[in-house]
Every structure is written in C-alpha cells, then in structure tokens.
C-alpha cells in the first residue's frame, strides 16, 4: 500500500514536465508532436513572413463554420476599395437574407424592407456573425447570392488556396463546402491587409443605429478572446489578442481564426475542429496555448545586419582604391527561437559581375547594387536582399585610357583595319614614286629642249656682239621690216604655229632702243641676208619705210603696245628674231644706247636657273 501512496504526486511531476517539455519539442520536430490533443486542426504563423511556427492536420480538409463570412467581407471591401459601391451605401434587406440559412443558423435580427448601410451589414456579419447579413451582403455586392459565391472561389483561387470551395456566403453547413489550415491562412492574412477589416473585426462591442423599421441594437463579438461579455463567457479574456473571428456550427464544431500582438510579435492562429466541454471550448483554450507557446519561446532576431560589411569585391580603374566593400541593403529579421544563434546562419553572397565572369569597373557610387546574400539555416532559407557598395570609388581616367587602347587594339576589326590602311599607303607610296620618276623625266626633257633654243640664242647674241659685227633687229608677231631697195620681198612661206591665237602682253618691255634715230634709207641687204631663227614661225611682213630724212641708224625693237604679258619664256616661242646682214662699210661704233639695249636682252635671254 505504501509503494502508492507517492503516485499521485510522480504522475503531478511528469505532467507538469511535459507541459513544459511540449513547446521545445515542438519546435525540433515541426508537426511531430501534438501540442493540441483537444482540436482536429491547428496552425499558428508569424504574420509579417507567413512562416509556419506550428502545425497540426495542415492539408486535412475541415469545415470552416463562421469563419467563411471572413470571405463575404473581404469582398464587400474590395469592391468599395475599388469604387463599385460605398460602406454608406443603403441596402434593403429582402428574401435573400434567408437564403440557405437552418434553425441553427445566427441571425442578427434583420426585418424584410429593413434599410441598413453596407458598414452596418458589415458589422453584423463579422462581429455577431448573423447569417441573414452575409446574405444581403453578397445580394448587394454580387448582384444575387450565387453569383457571389462564384466570385468567392474565384478570389480564394487567386490568394493561391487549392484545396478550399465554397457553397454560401454565411458559413452553414452544406455538402461540398470545405477548407484546410493552410489555405485559410492565405485568406486570414489578406483580409488583414484591410485597415476597415482589421477594424471592424477588432471591436469588442458595436453600437448600430436604429434603422426604419428596429431600435438600436447593441452587437457583442463572438470571439471571446477579445470580448468578455461573448456567448462563450469571459474567462477566455485574452490581453494579446486583437481581432478576426470565432465560429460555430453542430456538424462542424467550433472554429477560431484570431489574431495577437505583442511587443511587435504579430501572430495568426487558426484552429478547426474545436469541442465544447463541461469547462472550456477547446478552440479557445488552444489558441491561447499557442500564443502563450510562440510569445515565450520565440523573439525577432537580426540575422542579417544593414551596417555589416560582409565581402570585398575587388574594383578596376580605381582611383583611390582596389576594392570596394559590400554590405545588404536591408536587414533579414525573422522570428526564431529563443535557442538558436544567429551566427549559425550561413550567407550565400552573390555578384553579379563575377558571375558572368566580368571585373567590377570603377567609376562605383555608394549605394549601388552590386550583388546579392541568401541566408540559411539546415537547407531552409530565411531571406534574399541585395548587396550595395558601402563607399563611393572614382574612375581613374589614366587607367582608362590605357585599358580602352588596350581593348581596342586587340580587336580584330582594329587589326585588319591597320592592316589595310598599311597596304593602301604602300600603295600610294608606289604611286608617288612612279609619278616622279614620270615627271623627273618629262621635265628634264622640257629643260633639253629649252637649252637648245637657249643655245642657238646665245649663238646669234654672240653674233651680235662681236665687233664691227652687223646689228640685229628683233620683230615680234606685228612687226615689218623694209626690204633692200629695187628688191621686192619675197612672201614668207606661211606656217602652222602651235600657239594659241591670243598672243600675251609684252608692253611692260615695250621700249624703243632709240625713238629719235629714224630710217633714211632703206637697208642695203638683200633678203637672202635675212636669217629666221626659229623655223616653222611665220616671219613678219614689213612695212614700207618712210622717206629718209636723216642718216640711217639702228633698228628698234617693235613690240605692240597691246599685245598681252606673257612669262619671259614666251618670248623665244612668240618672237621672231630676224638678223639683218649690213655691209662691212657700215660698221661703226656701239653708242651707249645701243649697247644698253644689247644688255637689256642679253639679260632677257639669259638661261634661268
């Protein structure tokens, strides 16, 4: 008798252990204990990741209950948000409001012809949860009840639930009509990311106005974790908890989709399946199991720091610097348990310029994106942000230039355009050396056949100053000489001249030899005396002379007055130098003008240089 009389006290201590040891063993095996013996389904999950801290029957298909009017209301507020209708909207309650609802239904008392605002509606539905106003709700918005169940699995589809139909818009019981944890997780947490719903389903009491046809009413929240004055009593009073919705139905049981918040710990629990017993209602109790569970061992824990510098990359054409530090964007903050260490962490860093096998370049500003760090922990990922440089680096413009003519050399396209501009300049070499090989010799033979005719002009120069020697007369193109008297000259034979007509200008060395000394008789020699030297040119006809008044003197140069300027070179090719023979008996002495007009063309014949 003695040996049980402690055991009482052992199974107290074991109980009391594994009460304690539940939530460490929970989170080691994620699922593999069950936290909650009293619900079917359970989930619990950090609101700002949607990461599942807890779950129990995920994926098990559960009726939703109540709950389903979570739904009816996300609706009705995304069409206001959308501006299809407005919360001041009135709405009068007709026989839809009736529409699949049984005798275990909750109803809030609606009256047909009854006008209401949709926010009233509203309100009714989720904080009370009457059926009949889930009814006018999807009525009104939806335009009937079955078109706005069609529009409810449309939207359940988009947040991403697959395993989730419905077939009302209160929440009673009906074949077909079904949902798991996991997906009503996803429509709970869109429904949150609505101020008016967050609102609303947040209110402990609500005051309606009276309408056309009831007084004022007075609406008492069914989820008594936020109300103490709830069908279910007060003991279930939670000081975390701020809103969503509890629900009831005799096939289903109880359900509770709450949520919590404390010290910036934001929570969503979900848990189906509840039962009523002689002292609790099991939904409640386990929710607020779970709450307690995540609160006490689990905290937010930086496990990605903003101001850490956690790599070097190196940077070419740097200024100032050969490498540029990289630090995350934003932090990586995840709620974790209380035992894990955030070192532990392993970070996956990114760059994206390494990755395609580039070098990063300066010129790098701070801030710029560079790469990217995924963090982990045993294969599972907490979180991907971007890598940005911690300082700014300058372009060094000598590098650059150096690197730019070191790319552009070794592209192809630059070789074989070096190459080609090489041919073509040899080319043009061989062309220059041809051409002045070509022109070398034409002007040699410009400059023979030139010296030939310098030659014989300075043979009849020579001629002309040799003493006693006759004097020579120099026609050009216009100019006439008389022949010897009782002799009459002979016409010059004509002959083709390669000239052009127009002869060039010779007045700016239009000068007499002596204007006052004129011919009184006409020459004595005969035309065999007179020598053309340059064959193939016309010899100028002359002109009769006048009578003679005076002694006969030299001949003077005629050159028209009017005749165009050519280069002194011309004039061999244009004049005609005719020699007249006079008799020995005329020799005499050169006056000074005679021997100025003889320096004057021996100076004009002289060869250039």
Not at 155 to 171: K, W
Request: glycine share 6%.
């Amino acid at each position: 008798m003695k040996s049980f009389k402690f055991l009482p006290l052992i199974l107290l201590c074991a109980l009391l252990l594994s009460l304690f040891a539940l939530p460490v063993a929970a989170v080691e095996e994620f699922g593999g204990v069950d936290l909650i013996p009293a619900s079917s389904t359970a989930l619990i999950l950090d609101r700002r990741s949607g990461e599942i801290l807890y779950g129990k029957g995920l994926d098990n298909r559960v009726y939703p209950a109540d709950a389903v009017q979570l739904m009816t209301a996300l609706l009705a507020v995304e069409a206001v948000e959308t501006g299809k209708c407005s919360y001041q909207d009135m709405v009068t309650v007709g026989e839809a409001m009736d529409t699949g609802l049984d005798e275990d239904s909750i109803r809030c008392g609606l009256q047909s012809g009854e006008q209401l605002t949709l926010e009233a509606l509203l309100q009714c539905a989720l904080i009370a949860s009457g059926g009949d106003a889930a009814n006018m709700i999807a009525a009104y918005v939806g335009g009937s009840v079955p078109e706005f169940v069609e529009k409810m699995n449309a939207r359940a589809a988009a947040l991403g639930c697959t395993d989730t139909a419905f077939v009302n818009a209160h929440g009673a019981y009906s074949d077909g009509q079904y949902t798991t944890a996991r997906d009503f997780s996803r429509i709970a947490l869109e429904c949150m990311r609505h101020e008016k719903l967050r609102r609303i389903c947040g209110t402990a009491i609500a005051e309606l106005q009276e309408t056309n046809l009831t007084p004022a009413r007075t609406l008492k929240n069914t989820n008594a974790l936020l109300c103490d004055e709830s069908p279910y009593g007060s003991q279930y009073l939670y000081e975390s908890a701020d809103g969503l919705k509890a629900g009831f139905n005799p096939r289903a049981g109880y359900s509770l989709v709450a949520t919590a918040d404390r010290s910036g710990m934001e929570l969503l629990c979900i848990v189906f399946g509840g039962e009523q017993k002689e002292t609790d209602c099991t939904c409640f109790t386990d929710t607020i199991t779970l709450f307690d569970w995540v609160f006490n061992n689990y905290s937010y824990q930086e496990i990605l720091k903003s101001t850490e510098n956690i790599a070097s990359v190196d940077i070419a054409l740097g200024m100032d610097a050969t490498y540029v530090n990289i630090r995350p964007a934003t932090s990586i903050i995840v709620l974790l348990p209380n035992s894990f260490d955030p070192e532990s962490f392993e970070k996956d860093i990114r760059v994206y310029a390494l990755e395609n096998h580039e070098t990063v370049t300066a010129p790098v500003t701070a801030g710029e994106v560079l790469g990217e760090v995924t963090v982990s922990r045993e294969g599972r990922s907490y979180g991907t942000v971007k890598l940005v440089a911690s300082s700014t680096v300058q372009l060094s413009r000598i590098q650059y230039i150096r690197r730019q003519v070191r790319e552009t050399t070794e592209k192809r396209s630059f070789r074989l355009t070096v190459i080609i501009l090489a041919m073509l300049f040899v080319l043009y070499l061989v062309w220059v050396l041809i051409y002045r090989i070509k022109r070398i010799r034409h002007l040699r033979a410009v400059r023979a056949a030139e010296r030939e005719r310098l030659l014989q002009a300075e043979a009849v120069m020579k001629h002309a100053e040799a003493p006693h020697s006759p004097g020579i007369r120099f026609f050009n193109s216009h100019g006439v000489t008389q022949p010897p008297p009782g002799k009459a000259e002979a016409p010059a034979p004509e002959a083709k001249s390669s000239l052009p007509e127009k002869r060039p200008a010779r007045s700016a060395i239009d000068i007499p030899i002596d204007e006052s000394v004129q011919e009184t008789a006409p020459l004595p020699q005969a035309q065999d005396n007179v020598v053309q030297l340059f064959p193939g040119r016309k010899a100028p006809e002359e002109k009769e002379a006048p009578a003679p008044d005076k002694a006969p003197a030299r001949p003077s140069i005629d050159i028209p007055i009017d005749a165009p300027l050519d280069p002194p070179g011309d004039l061999l090719e244009q004049a005609v130098l005719v020699a007249a023979l006079e008799p020995e008996k005329a020799a005499r002495e050169e006056t000074p003008e005679e021997k100025a007009e003889r320096d004057y063309f021996a100076e004009f014949f002289r060869p250039k240089k």
